[in-house]
């Protein structure tokens, strides 16, 4: 017990007794040789309250702290150090606080959580902060500015993990769902998967011109039949934020050329102006009649 490099201070007191006590043999832990006293933990049986004894200022967290990790609620400190001494600092079982560790119980693929905050927190799964204010640390710009434009309710929100898987995904960019980055798909249901788990642009839609569904006209590319393509959401929509209303984007790009979008959102309704077409109103209470052609 006295070999590893870092050692439990009893340990290296020879303070046995700090820990343990003495018990009768009826007690006798099968972990122990024939030849072994038999000893039981100080404070009882439970591991962690042993621990305590000296470690009070974790008592003090975890008292505090309303999510505890589960490894320490059901298995007491020693699920992640050894009580004698290890070869890693703070005495960890697997190296130092890295994914290793998290990894030595989590496997891969598992929806596993990590963070320095290994004990415990004030936030549920032993989160640091809020999911937003975590995103945000690296993805500063889809939440800067949040009073400018529009954002996606789920951003706004800091639901990111609507979207997004937060430690793995089956999809790019951790998505829970298909959603293809081309502009142009075969089939739109199926290639934005992601979208229309929660929209139905085109069953019922606040983007039409009286009763005409202009989802599904602008989707409905009209060279659907010779190409054998639709056009998919993020040709008009940023799936984050975008400076005018609707989330609909400044631009998009055909065929390597970056075209402009103009959006004006009314209350019934709006206009669009784009390299497509001219400006075009739309208004679902009075249908709009607009020029025909570009």
């Not at 007794?17 to 009826?26: G, I, K, R, T, Y």
């Not at 050894?82 to 496997?107: I, M, R, W, Y």
């Not at 990111?160 to 995904?169: A, M």
């Not at 001219?278 to 249908?287: A, L, N």
Request: charged share 25%.
């Amino acid at each position: 017990m006295s070999k590893g490099e870092f050692l439990h201070s009893p340990i290296k007191a020879k303070g046995c007794v700090v820990c343990h006590q003495l018990v009768n043999d009826s007690q006798k832990s099968p972990k122990l040789s024939a030849a072994h006293p038999s000893i039981a933990l100080n404070m009882g049986a439970e591991q962690s309250s042993t621990c305590f004894k000296c470690h009070v200022e974790w008592e003090k967290k975890f008292k505090k702290l309303p999510h505890a990790h589960s490894a320490i609620k059901e298995n007491g400190c020693t699920s992640c150090h050894n009580p004698h001494g290890a070869d890693n600092a703070k005495l960890l079982k697997v190296t130092e606080f890295t994914q290793e560790l998290c990894l030595s119980c989590h496997k891969k693929n598992e929806n596993w959580e990590k963070g320095d905050e290994v004990h415990g927190a004030a936030k549920a799964k032993l989160l640091k902060a809020d999911s937003a204010a975590l995103c945000s640390k690296c993805h500063e710009e889809i939440f800067e500015n949040k009073d400018k434009g529009s954002m996606h309710t789920p951003a706004r929100n800091g639901e990111c993990l609507k979207c997004h898987g937060q430690h793995y995904g089956e999809k790019e960019f951790l998505l829970n769902k298909t959603y293809e980055m081309e502009s142009y798909v075969v089939n739109t249901e199926k290639s934005f998967q992601l979208c229309f788990s929660c929209h139905s642009p085109f069953r019922s839609t606040k983007f039409r011109n009286g009763e005409n569904n202009l989802h599904s006209l602008h989707v409905l590319n009209k060279d659907k039949e010779k190409d054998g393509k639709e056009r998919g959401c993020t040709v008009c929509h940023d799936p984050h934020r975008s400076s005018q209303e609707m989330q609909i984007r400044t631009s998009f790009t055909y065929k390597k050329v970056k075209l402009p979008i103009l959006f004006q959102k009314l209350p019934n309704g709006g206009n669009c102006t784009t390299a497509c077409h001219g400006k075009k109103d739309y208004d679902r209470m009075s249908p709009a009649i607009n020029k025909e052609g570009r």
